[in-house]
């Protein structure tokens, strides 16, 4: 049985993160690879012949309930961030949850003892198999998983605001419940976590779908990743309109796709893939055709700079027919 025990400060600081997490997404990725639930069997034929044999290593850290090691999946923006996150490991984290995976059922292999003795090829070939699992399992499916992380938010955030954040949080898994200020879940082992004020940020994976797991966020709060309500398999692909991506590009079409909602140049980055110049440079292009316009956003008294040069949102227009009627804001 897991329990969240929950104050009040707790509820008013429960937040969804803002992105899908890449490397907590790879390690469940993993994990979805030993499961044998029958919606990824398409999946996992497809990913696992595509997996390299290095990837193939992460196989030895990380279980079927993808419980890995802690220090295996760190949230971050992007891969490069974390991979560093994850090669910096302090020792004693490392030792703690090496042994933790090991006396959970893990097999003590000659590389996970190298990797608990800091040996140096060990930690290179860590190094080496996440790059690989990222491309082989996280990469391809990179739209379908964000899909998947909007719809979720999206969903449970109007559950929230029609039947109340403890009905939001009570329906993360088939088997959870409110038993007067703590939330229960029935899980296999005893658990039990006093946020203590400390509030919860709520993380769905598209790749989840046991029970959810909890953890520790960058900022403090405690991270509940759960099963998003549509699972990779049942994320259909929404390719660019052609006509459009003929027009300006796939890159720049999906740019201005995104861009319907307000979003910052940060954002489009991270959710193509690309780095943060080349998606300013796109917003550039398309603010000076009048497809984006610029909101400023109110910092400290000031004002942001532009969408193109400043990590601030921009909205594009919801039909091209409005640039006859308006024309684009330019701030």
């Known amino acids: 049985m897991l329990r969240l025990h929950f104050t009040a400060d707790d509820l ?16 469940l990725a993993v994990a979805a690879l030993q499961r044998r639930d029958t919606l990824f069997d398409g999946w996992r034929r497809e990913s696992g012949a595509r997996l390299p044999r290095v990837g193939r290593t992460l196989l030895e850290l990380v279980p079927p309930s993808g419980a890995g090691p802690l220090f295996l999946d760190p949230i971050s923006d992007g891969l490069e961030d974390g991979l560093d996150t994850v090669l910096t490991s302090p020792g004693g984290l490392v030792r703690r949850e090496l042994r933790r995976i090991c006396s959970a059922g893990r097999p003590i292999t000659p590389w996970i003892r190298a990797l608990d003795e800091r040996n140096a090829d060990a930690w290179q070939l860590l190094g080496a198999a996440v790059r690989s699992a990222h491309g082989a399992l996280i990469e391809p499916s990179r739209t379908r998983i964000w899909q998947s992380f909007r719809g979720e938010v999206a969903w449970r955030g109007r559950l929230i605001a029609e039947s109340g954040l403890m009905a939001g949080l009570e329906t993360l898994h088939p088997d959870a419940r409110w038993r007067d200020t703590t939330l229960e879940i029935d899980a296999g082992r005893q658990y039990s976590v006093r946020l203590a004020g400390r509030g919860v940020t709520l993380l769905p994976s598209a790749f989840l779908t046991t029970r959810p797991l ?31 991506a003929d027009l300006l590009g796939r890159t720049r079409a999906a740019v201005l ?28 292009t398309l603010r000076a055709a009048g497809l984006l316009v610029t909101e400023r956003a109110a910092m400290g008294g000031g004002a942001a700079g532009t969408a193109a040069t400043s990590d601030e949102p921009s909205r594009a227009h919801s039909a091209m027919s409005a640039r006859a009627k308006r024309p684009a804001r330019a701030e």
């Open 12 to 27: 008013l600081r429960t937040r969804f993160a803002t992105a899908p997490a890449p490397l907590v997404e790879m390690g």
């Open 214 to 244: 909890v953890g520790t966020h960058p900022d403090g709060s405690i991270l509940v990743v759960y099963p998003a309500l549509t699972a990779l398999p049942l994320v259909d692909e929404s390719p660019v309109q052609e006509p459009l």
């Open 257 to 284: 796709g995104l861009a319907a909602e307000p979003r910052t140049t940060g954002q489009l980055a991270r959710e193509l893939g690309i780095s943060a110049p080349s998606a300013s440079e796109h917003a550039r």
